[in-house]
């Protein structure tokens, strides 16, 4: 079991920035992926960023060169700067954690979501 807790959302003028974190507790010696999605009203779940235990990164194309996720294994936390943010990064973001079970079985592990909310 991997516990998530997010924090750092809220509301910021565009252009501006926030930085996300996310911590993760239980077994997390497991965790191979974490990451952060997001949803925006009446829109589907969608990746922004992940970073894998061997420092491999994948971005979604719209934020990139302006969110950066990073990851403290020291701390079990996960991270995300965003920066020069628009108005339809307005979001519920969400910390996610894949834990390998075995090598052909995984489980994913959600946070509650943190509301990101950018506007003038």
């Known amino acids: 079991q991997v516990q998530l807790v997010e924090s750092g959302g809220g509301l910021v003028e565009p252009g501006g920035s926030l930085r996300l974190s996310c911590a993760a507790s239980?077994?997390?010696?497991?965790?191979?992926?974490m990451g952060w999605y997001r949803q925006a009203p009446g829109k589907q779940r969608e990746l922004v960023a992940t970073l894998t235990s061997g420092g491999s990164t994948d971005y979604n194309d719209s934020v990139k060169g302006r969110f950066t996720i990073s990851r403290d294994n020291a701390k079990n936390t996960v991270s995300l700067q965003m920066n020069s943010l628009k108005p339809e990064d307005t979001a519920v973001y969400y910390c996610k954690a894949v834990v390998d079970v075995t090598v052909v079985y995984s489980i994913s592990y959600w946070g509650q979501g943190t509301q990101v909310t950018v506007s003038s």
């Open positions: 239980g077994s997390t010696f497991r965790v191979s992926v």
